[in-house]
């Protein structure tokens, strides 16, 4: 056993190893240690939550997670990986137990391997403690029993991975590849917002690009097949998905257009993002009108896809399919599957989509005079068979500053695309027609609205 008759220890001795196995592919199962989407599930002994969760698996990358116990305590733990070594190793050195001061108690040395035997994953996980206090030493009696107790979440979590992707009728290894982490990123995790465990991905490096996803779509569906990847190899890409949307469980309160434009807020200060350029399609463009009416120092330029500033501002037909939207109408839709990989809880489908046509009824639009106020210029795309009419565009794009002869005036900051033979669904589906002109606006230097 190490000295503890000092204020601090070094117990080189002290190891827990742990060995399991898995019915998954290894590359499930690396993912489910480096993608926060899976790390926030099955971190920490039983009953506890993971409100913060943000893993940058990469050599010299942090990991920052914020346990919480059934009593609500906050234990955070700080971490910075060592090795990574996909889909193989990861070496990592982890800090908790924080003292007043914030100066950690504990910190171990984590090792975890993964051995692929035919289609089982053998994973061995060795915690070597580093130094520790006096004031934990009782805790350390525990640690073995506790990392077993998050290794048993982790097979929890692995199984119901697996399942999903046989009920969906695709192999164990292409539900591997479903859940793997995107090449372009950077960093992704769960932040503490306004109630919510808020999910987001940061993509490339460059200016700050805020993506907003469109109404029940995940940031895979709605913005990851062709924008997402091409913006993020010249832009840093936020990503975001909102309230019981994907990765972001619902909570109790209803969803709004305001709440969403306060709770996009919110996490961009969470994540000290300012002057930032901002991307929505429908229900995310909506959003990020409202996020630069309300929060002009967060928005430097908007690019507002297929989307209405008043709630009238859509086709009758597609306002009453929105207040009408029911499970069986959509069952087996590519927006459900999207749902059910990503979401905590596959089940609250349902709970979404009742929660769609409230946010449809209730809200009446943007004022016309906070549109004209903001200071962000703004790029509106949309379809010549949109869901959104042309006069209504137009009178949108008045209000942004445009629709002036630009021979005399000079053109405006904010500009106007309409897409032929484009629809409402359809839209981003033309990533070859969205991408040149949203980097072409994007990439010029911007002017101020007048």
């Not at 171990?108 to 089982?120: D, K, Q, R, S």
């Not at 479903?178 to 960093?187: D, I, S, Y």
């Not at 109790?252 to 991307?279: C, G, K, S």
Request: with cysteine.
């Amino acid at each position: 056993m190490p000295d503890r008759s000092g204020d601090r220890t070094t117990p080189p001795e002290r190891e827990v190893v742990i060995t399991r196995e898995f019915a998954a592919p290894r590359e499930l199962v690396f993912a489910a240690w480096t993608d926060p989407r899976h790390v926030a599930r099955w971190w920490g002994p039983k009953d506890f939550t993971n409100p913060v969760c943000e893993v940058d698996a990469r050599p010299g990358g942090a990991l920052l997670i914020h346990m919480r116990s059934p009593d609500g305590t906050v234990h955070p733990t700080r971490g910075i990986f060592l090795d990574v070594v996909p889909p193989e190793r990861l070496v990592f050195r982890t800090a908790a137990f924080e003292d007043e001061h914030g100066i950690p108690q504990l910190e171990v040395l984590n090792t975890v391997t993964f051995e692929a035997i035919g289609e089982v994953t053998k994973l061995t996980f060795r915690a070597g403690i580093i130094t520790a206090t006096d004031a934990v030493a009782a805790s350390l009696d525990g640690m073995e029993e506790g990392r077993n107790q998050s290794l048993d979440r982790l097979a929890d979590s692995i199984a119901t991975t697996v399942a999903m992707g046989n009920d969906r009728g695709t192999s164990m290894h292409h539900a591997s590849q479903g859940n793997a982490v995107p090449a372009t990123l950077v960093r992704a995790g769960y932040a503490p917002v306004n109630g919510l465990q808020m999910y987001y991905e940061i993509h490339g490096s460059g200016h700050p690009l805020v993506m907003l996803h469109g109404g029940l779509e995940t940031i895979e569906y709605s913005l990851g097949a062709g924008l997402l990847p091409s913006l993020a190899e010249t832009h840093q890409i936020i990503a975001i998905e909102q309230q019981g949307h994907g990765h972001t469980a619902d909570i109790d309160r209803p969803l709004t257009y305001e709440q969403m434009a306060e709770d996009t807020a919110a996490l961009l200060r969470y994540l000290e993002i300012a002057d930032a350029d901002v991307f929505g399609f429908s229900m995310g463009g909506i959003t990020a009108l409202g996020l630069a009416a309300r929060h002009p120092d967060l928005v430097r330029r908007l690019v507002v896809v297929s989307a209405p500033y008043r709630g009238d501002g859509m086709r009758p037909e597609n306002i009453a399919g929105m207040l009408s939207l029911t499970p069986a109408a959509l069952a087996g839709s590519p927006q459900e599957t999207a749902y059910r990989r990503a979401a905590p809880d596959p089940d609250a489908w349902g709970t979404l989509l009742a929660g769609m046509g409230p946010l449809q009824r209730d809200f009446t639009g943007w004022p016309a005079e906070s549109i004209q106020a903001m200071t962000a210029p703004a790029l509106l795309v949309y379809g010549d068979a949109d869901a959104i009419p042309l006069d209504h565009v137009v009178e949108l794009f008045r209000l942004c500053g445009g629709d002036v002869n630009g021979d005399f005036a000079g053109v405006p900051a904010s500009r106007l695309a309409i897409l032929p033979g484009i629809t409402h669904v359809g839209m981003m589906d033309r990533a070859d027609l969205l991408l040149p002109i949203v980097s072409a606006y994007l990439d010029t230097p911007p002017v101020a609205s007048a």
